[in-house]
């Protein structure tokens, strides 16, 4: 199956910084991913598919680039609501694993 | 309103069964691919298994393959996932999930029903 691995594990920011987050797939997956954000208590919600496009209704402070098997999460300028846990989503194989995810915490 | 609803967690004793249901309105169920998601407590997400809509085709994670079997009741609007020999390592919520406006992505998920594995 294919692995993807989330780095960092944990990122401490504060409001307004620039954000990066990256997923890399152990093998080639074309654009086949998604990202998702969750919160406490709460299901995932999804921010990103196709790798780059971004889900209807979500800030376009979020961005997502990448294909192949390095794909990155950029939240231009953080708010306060955006802190909460990251995980990436691939669907290229017969299993449509998550990354470990990211906890993004307020410094 | 788009919505999926699980239901049938609980608490069960290891090598015991449970069987979820995930209920879904709002949309033309029998249209849309489905799948269960799990999150241990303090852990990540874990895909867990996939149907078609058609139920055609199916696919298991290698953690709970042989022991959990996915199905869905078009006429019903509904997913299940029979759950056997359960283990401590399955105490998890399990959400129900699909695509239904995007392809690879799963844009809509239910609230989750917490499964507890322990004697």
């Known amino acids: 199956a294919i692995q993807l691995t989330q780095s960092p594990s944990s990122l401490s920011a504060s409001v307004g910084d620039r954000v990066t987050i990256t997923c890399r797939a152990s093998?080639?997956?074309?654009?086949?991913l998604a990202w998702y954000q969750q919160k406490p208590g709460k299901a995932p919600k999804l921010l990103i598919y196709?790798?780059?496009s971004l889900e209807s209704g979500v800030p376009s402070r979020f961005s997502g680039s990448g294909s192949g098997t390095d794909f990155t999460l950029t939240i231009s300028s953080l708010q306060p609501e955006d802190f909460a846990t990251y995980y990436c989503?691939?669907?290229?194989?017969?299993?449509f694993g998550f990354g470990q995810g990211t906890r993004l915490e307020i410094k | 309103e788009v919505q999926l609803v699980e239901s049938g967690g609980g608490l069960v004793q290891p090598g015991g069964s449970l069987r979820l249901s995930c209920a879904a309105s709002g949309f033309t169920f029998s249209s849309y691919s489905m799948n269960w998601v799990r999150q241990a407590p303090g852990k990540g997400l874990e895909w867990v298994s996939y149907?078609?809509?058609?139920?055609?085709?199916?696919y298991y994670a290698d953690s709970v393959k042989g022991r959990f079997t996915i199905s869905r009741d078009n006429a019903k609007n509904s997913l299940y996932l029979q759950m056997n020999s359960l283990r401590a390592e399955d105490t998890a919520v399990y959400y129900c999930?699909?695509?239904?406006?995007?392809?690879?992505?799963?844009?809509?998920w239910g609230q989750g029903t917490m499964v507890t594995v322990s004697s």
């Open positions: 093998q080639g997956i074309s654009s086949a």
């Open positions: 149907i078609s809509s058609s139920s055609s085709t199916i």
């Open positions: 989503q691939q669907f290229n194989s017969y299993s």
């Open positions: 196709d790798a780059s």
């Open positions: 999930a699909s695509p239904l406006a995007v392809a690879d992505a799963f844009d809509i």
